[in-house]
């Protein structure tokens, strides 16, 4: 069994990722080049909100009180590659500023950083979305730099956290999938992964480029899905359909499945929009460019929903937005977590306010984020206060929270019972009761 591990990376991925590890019982040192971010782990702080994340690591950072003292945090690459038997990279990989690849800097830093201090025989373990082709380009770069040479192997392993679930999903994940060039590595990671193999978590050893693949295609999956469910609202709107009863009867169909298939106004987040362009970017680099050609029209789509809701808003505001009161409940990309990278909500928002809307923002968890990205618009510390006076209310991120709303307390304080809900999530009845008009996307007006 190996006894130490190092995470290099420490944002989403890698704090949940280095916790875990702590939690299945190995010692784990955790690594990041922003200061700040180490000492606020080093606390038992995590720098973002992920539910139960600050639960795991009070258990093991070392010096806090009662923990197991398996979970330290660093910024130097010479104390990682000295404690470490396995190393996971976690950094993350943005999309390139004005195109659609993939940004590999961080992740080409941390090698560069990491490898000329790997002396002894070790295993590097890619878990970052790359474009294929990146592990064996990293392979032949590791062995170049590293005194080990050879010995200082690479190999990858996906991740496929969901943002909200990123505990469950690295301690109790729905698969394994690890690109592999040696025995070595494999048995390695067997042994990493050993507690989750036991439960019945299916493992699944490939190649390099496979388990590069595997991530994108899932990603493209899931946008597909999504943005499939969303056309079909579309045309739900000039046929006077109900999309939501259209999506349940499609997921009964077992080839099909419920999941992903409730519309509105869109995917974003960290991962999904700019993986699906990195994958269509990466294809025409292969000069595979008519495969993908769909998922240009997947991601169009997607960023057409936000257009939709901003009208949406215009024409329940008889035509103008000049001035008009706008309440939007939700900042976050999706209900559990701070993030606001590519937000739906933020953006539908921000394009509200930009047309001359006074818009007031709430959300449970993402106000401080929100707050940087769009320090412009206004913002409330609860849902009654950014409704107070809102002439209409913009449902656009699915917090619990916001479906156990009080219809008849909110219509109290807005000047007029108005909302739109850009994720069918609310019970158009029960808003209807109190006499709010309520109008979602791909569904019928009453």
């Not at 990293?138 to 679930?165: C, K, S, T, V």
Request: charged residues 25%; negative net charge; proline residues 5%.
């Amino acid at each position: 069994m190996p006894q130490k591990i190092s995470v290099i990376g420490t944002g989403y991925l890698g704090a949940t990722h280095a916790a875990a590890m702590a939690e299945l019982g190995f010692e784990v040192i955790g690594l990041d080049v922003v200061p700040a971010k180490v000492e606020l782990l080093s606390q038992g702080v995590a720098p973002m909100y992920e539910p139960g994340l600050e639960e795991i690591l009070r258990r093991h950072v070392v010096g806090l009180p009662g923990s197991s003292g398996r979970l330290s945090f660093t910024t130097s690459f010479a104390e990682v590659a000295a404690f470490g038997d396995v190393h996971f990279i976690c950094v993350n990989t943005p999309q390139r500023a004005g195109e659609y690849g993939c940004d590999m800097t961080h992740f080409d830093s941390a090698v560069e950083s990491l490898a000329p201090h790997l002396d002894r025989p070790t295993l590097v373990v890619g878990k970052s979305t790359v474009p294929v082709g990146s592990a064996a380009r990293l392979a032949r770069r590791i062995a170049e730099l590293a005194p080990a040479g050879e010995g200082a192997e690479l190999a990858w392993n996906p991740e496929f956290l969901q943002e909200g679930f990123a505990v469950r999903d690295t301690l109790h994940p729905d698969r394994i999938v690890v690109g592999t060039t040696s025995e070595r590595a494999e048995t390695l990671l067997r042994e990493v992964y050993a507690v989750p193999i036991a439960e019945g978590t299916p493992f699944i050893v490939t190649d390099l480029p496979t388990s590069e693949l595997v991530k994108t295609a899932a990603n493209a999956f899931l946008a597909t899905k999504i943005s499939f469910i969303n056309a079909m609202a579309e045309i739900c709107e000039v046929a006077d359909g109900d999309v939501v009863k259209l999506a349940e009867s499609l997921g009964h169909d077992e080839r099909i499945g419920p999941k992903f298939l409730r519309s509105g106004i869109g995917f974003g987040g960290g991962c999904l929009p700019k993986d699906l362009r990195a994958f269509v970017a990466r294809a025409g680099e292969l000069g595979a460019s008519e495969a993908l050609q769909f998922l240009r029209e997947i991601d169009s789509l997607n960023v057409r929903r936000r257009a939709s809701m901003v009208e949406l808003a215009r024409e329940a505001l008889d035509g103008s937005l000049l001035g008009k009161r706008i309440a939007v409940l939700g900042a976050a990309f999706k209900p559990d977590t701070d993030d606001v990278r590519d937000s739906p909500a933020l953006n539908i928002a921000g394009q509200l306010h930009l047309q001359g809307a006074e818009v007031t923002v709430y959300d449970p968890k993402a106000m401080a984020n929100a707050r940087a990205v769009f320090p412009t618009l206004r913002y409330a510390d609860s849902a009654i206060e950014a409704a107070r006076g809102a002439h209409v209310l913009l449902h656009l991120t699915e917090w619990r929270e916001f479906q156990e709303l009080d219809p008849e307390t909110l219509g109290e304080v807005v000047s007029r019972r108005h909302i739109l809900d850009g994720r069918n999530t609310l019970d158009a009845t029960l808003w209807r009761k109190s006499d709010w008009t309520l109008r979602a996307l791909g569904r019928p007006r009453a």
